[in-house]
């Protein structure tokens, strides 16, 4: 997944997995070593010089990154539990639509307690594009950002201009608002398109770089 050249480059793109990795390295031969060795104090200098230049050439970015994928997260305000057209939905799908929120909140406070430096959700936030459910996850989002750790997003299949995003409410099945790829990029400006160094006037795929040599690649796949 790794390839250093100049930089660390990470790839993300709409899959399906969790993963908490580390990209810190426990391997000590390769960080640079000080001679200590009295008889060479006249060489101090030299070898300061020597260490720091090492240090800029063995300089790897390190960050803690965790991944959430296809949460799928349905706005309770869009249905009512006891609606037929719903209930029937649920049966042929083997999302967990109604406890989506709860998971959410749930997956929030164990990110949070973990301390990450990073997250990256690579598409299918909402259970169908609903523009009142992209809202939702944004707020959660938000309490991420708040405790001190950056967000960076790409859009899945379910997430934009979908024809299957309804709402189930009054006894009925409706459409509902869906969001646009533009709306897309506002509602998670502060999570990934507002930081972008570079993005692609084709998709919604855009690069940051979060912290000095680590470069972030979003890809969006849906196009």
Do not use: W
């Amino acid at each position: 997944m790794f390839k250093k050249v100049f930089a660390l480059v990470l790839i993300f793109i709409t899959v399906g997995f969790f993963l908490s990795c580390d990209t810190s390295s426990d391997d000590t031969d390769d960080k640079p070593k000080v001679n200590n060795n009295s008889s060479n104090n006249t060489n101090n200098s030299n070898d300061n010089n020597n260490v720091n230049n090492n240090d800029n050439d063995n300089y790897e970015p390190s960050a803690k990154i965790i991944v959430i994928s296809d949460i799928h997260v349905f706005d309770p305000d869009l249905y009512t539990a006891d609606n037929l057209e719903f209930q029937m939905y649920l049966v042929k799908d083997r999302k967990l639509i109604e406890e989506s929120e709860a998971i959410l909140d749930s997956v929030v406070d164990s990110i949070i307690a973990q301390n990450p430096d990073i997250v990256l959700i690579p598409g299918d936030l909402t259970k169908d594009g609903e523009l009142a459910s992209h809202e939702l996850v944004a707020s959660y989002l938000d309490e991420l950002e708040n405790a001190g750790i950056k967000v960076y997003v790409v859009p899945g299949n379910h997430d934009i201009n979908n024809p299957e995003s309804y709402s189930y409410t009054n006894g009925s099945k409706e459409l509902s608002d869906t969001v646009s790829p533009t709306e897309f990029k506002s509602i998670y400006n502060n999570f990934g398109y507002g930081e972008a160094v570079a993005t692609d006037s084709n998709s919604l795929s855009y690069v940051v770089e979060p912290i000095p040599g680590l470069v972030i690649i979003g890809m969006d796949s849906c196009i």
